[in-house]
């Protein structure tokens, strides 16, 4: 069973090609005229990917992952889930049979955009019991794809780099992670807690918005 944990939810809306978008504080992002909840990065499997190999990671990693997820699609009211990418990290392993088990208690179509760690058999996509697995969806305004391409000209909602803001100021300096928005793309945020954050291969010109666990804001 997962231990729920109260969490402060925080968002702010965003308009894009018309369509009204609420980045939230927990590294989701809701699309209301779809009831989509979109996300990215969730590499489920990398806590016990690291245990295997002899590294200490504690397993309620992805329990507090898949909490936090409970929450934000009964929050949202969502129908729909979209995982821009990687929702694995290293094939099948002990984590995904505790993602596939806590999914059977989930009523929202998964669909999945697949990313560079999402080698999936055809026994692990059976497995994962997702409603699609695709390479890329064009829905509305927006083109769904876990690595921007500069070839396509549709705007463009992506993942993969697991972006990250450094806020400097006197006492010290912070990191923290962040969607980016350009007139091209979204860049989203890293779902899960155990990944680290790339302060320098982000999009220019960008409008960022870091996260904390108890706010959203604009920089």
Known sequence: LLKINIMKIRTLEIEVLGEKLLLCNQ????????????????????????????????????????????????????????????????GDNIDVDFFCEWKKGIPTDFHLIKGNHDRISKELEAKLCLTSIQEELKAGPFCFVHEFDSQYTDFQITGHIHPGIEIRNKIKNLRLPCFAVTEKQILLPAFSEFTGLDTRNLPSRATFFPLTPNEIFEM
């Open 27 to 90: 590294k989701v992002m809701f699309w209301e005229a779809q009831s989509m909840l979109i996300l990215s990065d969730m590499h489920i499997g990398k806590s016990a990917h690291f245990r295997k190999n002899g590294i200490a990671i504690p397993n309620s990693v992805l329990k507090n992952d898949l909490n936090k997820l409970d929450q934000m699609i009964s929050y949202f009211g969502a129908e729909q889930l979209l995982i821009n990418g990687d929702i694995l990290h290293a």
